[in-house]
């Protein structure tokens, strides 16, 4: 039988550069866990209540803070599931995955940032324009340029996706950081550093594909 792909790609934005990769998954969906938690669940609708953030970004922002609180279980039980379903995906990216959710305990939760959904936003509403995905603005502002003009004065990062419109989708891929040798994307999500969150998810203007954005700040 044939399958049809659906490509995934995926930029982190580090203090030092940045770094991009593709993959591609067998086009099928991904059922999510029957696994809650009440803590990160009240959480979650509290701080999200009448931000105007769609399903699969609240679902995002749900799901980092499953992984965060919880990061061996959300290996054993979302992860896991993923790699048999996707076999693809079960490469060694997935083995250093598996190393570091194992040995990380507990994370503080994200807490929502409207500066960072701010800047999240901008950007995102620029890339759903554009070709390829870049940290660079429209307009030619990078990434610190584009967070100080938001009022944003203390370190921060950025993640940015490019897939299906899923959330827990597209943080599983961050996660796995596959092509990419230094997992950027992972080290930010399970960064100690890193308090304040917020994603902002679009449709693409001309591509059967979403791209979100994901905007970090320190404590």
């Known amino acids: 039988m044939f399958h049809v792909k659906h490509l995934v790609l995926f930029c982190f934005f580090p203090v030092y550069g940045w770094t991009q990769a593709y993959f ?3 086009d099928k969906p991904f059922v999510p866990p029957n696994w809650t938690d009440p803590v990160v669940k ?3 609708f509290r701080q999200l209540d009448g931000k105007k953030l769609d399903a699969p970004e609240i679902s995002f922002f749900y799901w980092c803070n499953m992984m965060r609180r919880n990061p061996s279980v959300f290996h054993e039980k979302v992860i896991l599931p993923f790699l048999k379903q996707f076999p693809e995906a079960n490469g060694p990216e997935a083995k250093s995955l598996a190393s570091d959710l194992r ?3 507990r994370l503080p939760l994200f807490e929502y940032s409207s500066m ?9 509403n620029d890339l759903v324009k554009m070709e390829k995905l870049s940290h660079q603005s429209a307009d030619g502002r990078s990434f610190s340029q584009r967070i100080r003009i938001n009022g944003i004065t203390r370190c921060a990062g950025e993640n940015i996706y490019t897939g299906k419109e899923d959330g827990l989708l597209a943080l599983i891929m961050l996660l796995l950081d596959i092509g990419l040798e230094q997992a950027g994307h992972r080290k930010a999500l399970l960064s100690p550093h890193y308090a304040f969150m917020a994603p902002a998810l679009r449709p693409h203007v001309s591509a059967p594909r979403s791209v979100l954005v994901q905007v970090f700040i320190c404590k």
């Not at 960072?116 to 995102?124: G, I, M, T």
């Open 24 to 26: 591609k998954l067998e």
């Open 42 to 44: 009240e959480q979650v």
């Open 116 to 124: 960072a959904r701010d800047v999240a936003l901008e950007h995102v």
């Open 103 to 105: 040995s990380i305990d």
